[in-house]
C-alpha cells in the first residue's frame, strides 16, 4: 500500500474540566488544530481534506455537523471537504483510517485528523449513561446503572472461566498505567496520588461500580482533543526537506487492521467460546496490521498503546497482540516485559487509564503517542530506542477494532 507519513500533531491536556473554563466543543478543536499546524510547520492552505472522529457530542452538548467547525479554525480550512466520524470508542481511529484511504487514493496530500469528546459537562453518573449508547440499546442497558463497567465485567469473567484470571495482575496493570502517567505533562492523571488499598480490593479507597469491575479498574471521564497531520510520500519528503530533517527519520503508518463484529458483548463472548482469542476478530484485526506493515509479531515491536478503558481490556490487549499466549497475558506482566522499562513496554505514556479517555480522540491521541515515540520525542515517557509502536483502539463492547503499526520512514 502506498505510505502515509505523520508528521506530527497536538494534544490537549486531558486534566482540564472545558466547560469551567468557559469554553466547549470548538475551542477543543481549534486549539488542537491550531497547534498541530503550528507544530508540524504545516501551513492550513496546504490541508486538503479533514477528518474528523467523535462518538456522542449530540448527547453531550447538543452539537452536531463538527466538520464545520473544524473549518472555523482558519479561514483556509474553509471550502475543504471534510467528514465526522463516528465508532463509539474507536471514533479517532475510524477518522484515521479516513484519510488514510484519501491519501492512499491519491486523491490529497494533506489531511488533517481531529478527535475530540466533551464529556465532563455531565455529572460522572449521567455520563456514564450516556455512553451506553455504545452498547445494544435497550437491549444491554435497559436498568443498568453503569453499563460499560458491567459489560467489561463479563469479559474478566470470561478469562477466568476459560483460563483463570487473578486480581492482581490486574492490579498490577493498573499501578503501571498510574505510574507512567505521572511523567506525562498531557496526562488527566498525573497529579494524582493512589494509595496501594486503591489498586486492592478495598471496598472503601476502591469499591465496586459493577460486578469484576472497581473504581480503579476504569479509565476516568476527560475533556480532550488530539490532531495529528497526515501526509502523502511526496509531500511529506518535501515537507522535510523544507525543515531541514531526514526523510528517513519521519514517523509511517506501516499497517493496519479494522474489523467490525457483532453488537452485543453476550453474543460475541458466545461466538468465541472454544476459540483461543476471546476476541477473534481483535487477534484478526492485529494480524492484517502486522502482514500489512510486513512483520511476523510482537518482536518486531519496540511498544504498544492498548485501549485500557478497563483493566481488563489492558489485559485482552496484552495476548491479542502475541506478547503472551492466549489467556496467559500475567506471564509478561509477572516477569515485568510490558511494565515500564520491559523489553516490549504497553502504554508508556499512562494509557486511557493514566492519560485521560475523551472517547473520540483516544484514537488520535494514540497514533500521535506512537509517532512520538518512533521520532525520539515522547520525553520522559520515551522507550530508549523505539523504532516501531502498534496502537489498539476498540469501540463499544470491542465491536470495532482498529489497529495500527507505526514505524519511521
Known amino acids: 500500500m502506498p505510505p502515509v507519513f505523520v508528521l506530527g500533531g497536538h494534544q490537549t491536556d486531558f486534566a482540564r474540566n472545558v466547560t469551567r473554563e468557559g469554553k466547549g466543543l470548538v475551542d477543543l478543536i481549534g486549539e488542537a488544530t491550531t497547534l498541530a499546524l503550528a507544530h508540524t510547520g504545516v501551513l492550513a492552505r496546504e490541508v486538503e481534506v479533514g477528518h474528523v472522529g467523535s462518538f456522542i457530542p449530540e448527547l453531550y452538548t447538543g452539537q452536531s455537523h463538527l466538520g464545520g467547525l473544524v473549518a472555523e479554525v482558519h479561514p483556509d480550512l474553509a471550502g475543504i471537504p471534510i467528514t465526522r466520524h463516528e465508532a463509539a470508542c474507536a471514533s479517532g481511529g475510524v477518522a484515521v483510517l479516513a484519510a488514510m484511504a484519501d491519501l492512499q487514493a491519491g486523491r490529497y496530500d494533506v489531511a488533517l485528523v481531529v478527535g475530540v469528546e466533551l464529556m465532563r459537562v455531565l455529572p460522572g453518573f449521567e455520563s456514564q449513561q450516556k455512553l451506553g449508547a ?34 492482581e495482575h490486574l492490579a498490577a496493570l493498573a499501578r503501571n498505567n498510574y505510574e507512567n502517567a505521572l511523567k506525562n505533562p498531557n496526562a488527566q492523571t498525573r497529579k494524582w496520588t493512589l494509595s496501594e488499598a486503591a489498586l486492592a480490593e478495598d471496598d472503601k479507597e476502591n469499591p465496586v461500580i459493577a460486578g469484576r469491575t472497581r473504581r480503579y479498574d476504569a479509565s476516568p471521564v476527560t475533556d480532550g482533543a488530539a490532531c495529528v497531520v497526515l501526509a502523502s510520500a511526496e ?23 479494522h474489523r467490525t463484529a457483532r453488537m452485543s458483548m453476550k453474543d460475541k463472548l458466545e461466538g ?56 496467559e497475558p500475567f506471564r509478561v506482566i509477572e516477569d515485568g516485559t510490558v511494565l515500564r522499562g520491559g523489553k516490549l513496554p504497553v502504554n508508556p505514556g499512562g494509557g486511557l487509564m493514566g492519560i485521560g479517555h475523551p472517547v473520540g480522540a483516544t484514537g488520535v491521541r494514540m497514533l500521535l503517542d506512537a509517532q512520538k515515540q518512533v521520532t525520539g520525542e515522547a520525553g520522559e515517557n520515551q522507550v530508549p530506542g523505539a523504532k516501531r509502536v502498534a496502537t489498539l483502539n476498540i469501540g463499544g463492547s ?4 482498529v489497529v495500527l503499526v507505526v514505524g519511521r520512514a
Open 235 to 257: 509531500y511529506a519528503a518535501e515537507w522535510a526537506r523544507r525543515r531541514g530533517v531526514p526523510f528517513e527519520g519521519l514517523g509511517r503508518i506501516e499497517g493496519y487492521g
Open 272 to 327: 468465541s467460546r472454544g476459540e483461543p482469542y476471546v476476541f477473534p476478530h481483535v487477534r484478526g484485526a492485529v494480524l492484517d496490521a502486522f502482514s500489512r506493515a510486513r512483520i511476523e509479531g510482537p518482536s518486531a515491536l519496540s511498544a504498544v498503546e492498548v485501549h485500557d478503558c478497563f483493566t481488563i481490556s489492558h489485559y485482552m490487549g496484552i495476548d491479542h497482540f502475541g506478547i503472551a499466549p492466549a489467556g
Open 398 to 401: 470491542a465491536t470495532t477494532a
Open 134 to 167: 455504545a452498547a445494544w440499546v435497550p437491549r444491554e442497558t435497559e436498568g443498568v446503572a453503569y453499563p460499560w463497567p458491567e459489560l467489561f465485567s463479563h469479559v474478566a469473567e470470561e478469562y477466568d472461566r476459560r483460563y483463570g484470571l487473578r486480581r
